[in-house]
């Protein structure tokens, strides 16, 4: 009788018929088309027939009607294999293609390795959580482990005595400066705005509307100028860095520079943390001008209230505590989201997938530690009154 899972139907289709025949061996017959994007007959009948009493004298496989096959069917027939051997049940392959018995022949030619198939032993809670704690700490000894050599990287920075080249540090500087203004000014207008809408909403209210250029300006220069940009180069910047990184990584061209008796922090790392330390505050500057003209787009469009106006407002109400606290978060922030990058590339695998992971690993980094840090802060600035 034909074998399916549930998820399909009982079609000519990827079928298999498994029957006792007169001689008491046990007969599996494939026919139709057989494909991977396919669902896997059942295993079943074939292990209820070898199980039954008395046993199959052997296993004898057919394929009179089989029209189109590929490595699935040699999956089945494998496994059917085993199942045989394990209840000492001989198989004869005399009816299958001549180039699947090759393969199957093939196969067998090498051995599989005793302990090619580890033991899935199940592991408690416990030992979960034990795992757990052992990979943390793993990971915090070795994000302190860069962190020291990125110290005696830039102690050695301020000697006079790292080595990198000058052209790498200017080609940082134009990816992560010039060429992140198109990303860093469409973010920051549109938060202004969405910040100014939603103020001006409330604050029409009361007849409150010119306190939008107190709250969008506030906002954007002590918190979100930093913040929005820090994020936009994390996805942006950080990513690319963790790419990068990764790449040279798998082609071993990190080990190269260590074999040559080159620092691949002092090299590879310091351009791009000097890049980010020089770039972030300018960007961070101009993201907060965006961010103010965004809402003063909406105080001349909505509430009415002039450009000039608006202007003033916005100086009377930001001061220079508040624009060097957001520089100062920028700066961190930059530390922080090229620390990550390098981070995660210098920690890539060995294969191409890893750059992907190391990219993505560098981006929920990044983001973490900058709004950790805000926090931090947003804190810190309480206590000290600023």
């Given at each position: ?6 998820d ?37 009948q ?5 199980s ?16 189109e ?8 027939v ?30 067998e ?26 990979e ?51 973010i ?30 506030i906002?954007?220069?002590r ?21 990068r ?103 890539c ?12 690993a ?25």
């Open positions: 009788m034909p074998l399916f899972t549930a399909d139907e009982p079609t000519r289709e990827d079928r298999v018929n498994v029957r006792r025949a007169s001689d008491g061996a046990l007969l599996i017959e494939f026919s139709g088309t057989w494909r991977i994007g396919r669902a896997m007959p059942s295993f079943a074939v292990e209820d027939e070898l039954a009493a008395p046993p199959p004298r052997a296993v004898k496989l057919q394929a009179r009607e089989l029209r096959w590929d490595s699935s069917l040699l999956i089945f494998t496994r059917i294999e085993e199942l045989a051997r394990g209840h000492r049940v001989a198989v004869e392959r005399s009816g299958l293609p001549p180039g699947l018995t090759r393969l199957l022949e093939m196969a030619m090498v051995p599989e390795r005793s302990d090619a198939r580890p033991a899935a032993a199940p592991r408690s809670w416990l030992a979960r959580v034990g795992l757990a704690a052992v943390l700490g793993k990971g915090g000894a070795d994000f302190l482990d860069f962190l020291g050599q990125l110290a005696l990287a830039m102690i050695n920075l301020a000697r006079g005595r790292a080595r990198f080249r000058a052209a790498d540090l200017l080609e940082v500087i134009q990816q992560t400066g010039a060429d992140a203004l198109p990303i860093v000014s469409l920051s207008y549109l938060v202004g705005i969405i910040l100014a809408f939603m103020g001006a909403v409330q604050l029409q209210q009361f007849g409150a509307a010119i306190y939008v250029a107190d709250l969008v300006g906002g954007i220069v918190e979100m100028g930093a913040m929005m940009t820090a994020i936009i180069m994390a996805g942006r910047t950080g990513a690319a860095f963790a790419a990184l990764g790449t040279m990584k798998v082609t071993q061209e990190i080990d190269a520079f260590t074999t040559m008796g080159i620092s691949p922090m002092e090299f590879l790392v310091l351009p791009r943390v000097i890049a980010l330390i020089l770039m972030m505050p300018l960007l961070c500057l101009y993201s907060d001008l965006l961010g103010i003209m965004g809402g003063a787009t909406i105080g001349a469009g909505m509430l009415n209230i002039s450009f000039s106006t608006y202007w003033r407002e916005t100086i009377y109400a930001v001061s220079f505590g508040d624009l060097a606290g957001g520089l100062f978060k920028a700066t961190v922030y930059g530390v922080l989201i090229a620390y990550a990058g390098c981070l995660r590339g210098f920690q695998g060995n294969s191409s997938s890893a750059v992907g992971d190391a990219a993505t560098a981006v929920v980094t990044a983001i973490v530690m900058i709004v950790s840090a805000c926090g931090l802060f947003a804190l810190l600035f309480n206590i000290l009154g600023i």
